[in-house]
């Protein structure tokens, strides 16, 4: 899978770790940013990140900063997208299973690197459980209801 991968300064170091580690899994890292720990703001590359999912450039992505909360905040104010702040393997198995989560993000300073990692791998190997398709629904309906349709 094609997933792309952004970072604010907080997690910048977390990024790099996960970009061979993906590699490792068989996918492709698509990083657009931060590029090294010099301070930016989390939304500029959370939503560089974001919009390639909405738009279908990419499979899935992953947006890291200090808590995850911003990232995810952001993500989630795109058509499209359902980001999850994932701390545990149990929230990233959910998120994926009920929710059919198309971004995850991540808090470097909430989780290591070996439980990011472990976050990461359970999030990508679960898949959506159809039995919750009628809720995925529910939610596109209502993006549909606030963005306008043609979407």
């Given at each position: 899978?094609?997933?792309?991968?952004?970072?604010?300064?907080?997690?910048?170091?977390?990024?790099?770790?996960?970009?061979?580690?993906?590699?490792?899994?068989?996918?492709?890292?698509?990083?657009?940013?931060?590029?090294?720990?010099?301070a930016v703001d989390y939304p500029d590359?959370?939503?560089?990140?974001?919009?390639?999912?909405?738009?279908?450039?990419?499979?899935?992505?992953?947006?890291i900063d200090g808590a995850g909360v911003?990232?995810?905040i952001v993500a989630n104010k795109l058509p499209g997208v359902r980001a999850a702040l994932c701390n545990c393997l149990?929230?990233?198995?959910?998120?994926?299973?009920?929710?059919?989560a198309n971004v995850l993000s991540l808090g470097s300073g909430v989780v290591g690197t070996a439980l990011a990692k472990d976050i990461v791998k359970t999030w990508l190997a679960t898949t959506f459980e159809p039995r919750h398709l009628a809720r995925i629904e529910k939610i596109v309906k209502l993006e549909g209801q606030l963005y306008g349709a043609g979407r």
């Open positions: 899978m094609r997933i792309v991968i952004a970072s604010d300064h907080g997690g910048y170091a977390l990024k790099e770790v996960l970009k061979p580690f993906l590699v490792e899994l068989g996918h492709e890292p698509i990083d657009v940013g931060t590029h090294s720990q010099a590359f959370a939503f560089l990140a974001a919009a390639k999912v909405a738009q279908g450039e990419v499979d899935l992505g992953i947006v911003g990232s995810s149990f929230t990233a198995k959910n998120s994926r299973a009920h929710n059919d």
